[in-house]
């Protein structure tokens, strides 16, 4: 099924690793500087108005919707200046919430595999989230790694897909995508010609008016064994 197949593309959030955690973890960690640094602000706002703020600010600038630290960074700078606070002391919030928000923990299948593959595909990481790959425990796992804010553009928009091509050198019809996401990661992928795995973990339900991935998997070690009895 996957013998023309080259180039591997991942997702990263709740594919290669767990992002609830990560993200609440790291929200909990800036409001706690928050509360030390700029106190006059969390003592106006919870941390949920802060997500209600940025969230608003998301719908109101689809310029920048894609890129979730500068929606990030521009919320906060908005909120902190109205306390009197300087717009370094956003970039300084930003900072911390990046760098708690790069302490992720892959699933525990997912190195090793990665490191199978890369022995015959080249493999890049295309992402909607906000994880710097290199401060991350795969930071040695790809040949290449795209960011949305990085492109221009989130999935499903197609530009991420084909970025990931031209810069490996791969066309299209010779890409696998593997994502959790039937939206993001499936439709758009398997729309440009691309082989498509659907990574579910929890044993959800496909989308019933969608078309199913090529294959489906709940681990990545499943997936090497398929390519493996491919090649
Ligand atoms: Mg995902």
């Known amino acids: 099924m996957f013998r023309h197949v080259r180039l591997i593309c991942f997702d990263l959030d709740e594919t290669l690793w767990p992002c609830q955690p990560v993200i609440q973890a790291a929200e909990a960690e800036c409001y706690a500087w928050l509360a030390r640094f700029a106190p006059r602000l969390t003592a106006r706002h919870s941390a949920q108005d802060l997500r ?52 992720v923990t892959p699933y525990a299948e997912v190195v090793e595999a990665l490191q199978v593959l890369r022995r015959n595909y080249a493999l890049i990481a295309v992402t909607n989230g906000n994880a710097q790959i290199k401060h991350t425990p795969l930071r040695d796992c790809f040949d290449h790694s795209l960011t949305a804010a990085e492109i221009g553009a989130a999935k499903p928009d197609p530009a991420m897909f084909h970025a990931a091509s031209t810069r490996s050198g791969v066309p299209l019809d010779a890409c696998l995508h593997v994502g959790d996401d039937p939206l993001r990661d499936i439709k758009p992928a398997r729309r ?6 659907w990574v579910n973990r929890d044993d ?21 064994r398929v390519l493996t009895a491919a090649r």
């Open 204 to 224: 959800r339900a496909w989308p019933a008016t969608l078309q199913p991935a090529d294959l489906q998997v709940s681990a990545i070690d499943q997936l090497v």
């Open 192 to 197: 440009l010609g691309m082989s498509t795995v």
């Open 52 to 103: 209600d703020h940025r969230l608003a600010l998301s719908r109101a600038r689809p310029d920048i919707a894609h890129d979730l630290g500068e929606l990030r960074l521009r919320s906060l700078t908005e909120l902190l200046v109205a306390e009197g606070y300087e717009p370094d002391v956003a970039h300084r919030a930003s900072a911390v919430f990046s760098a708690a928000r790069n302490r």
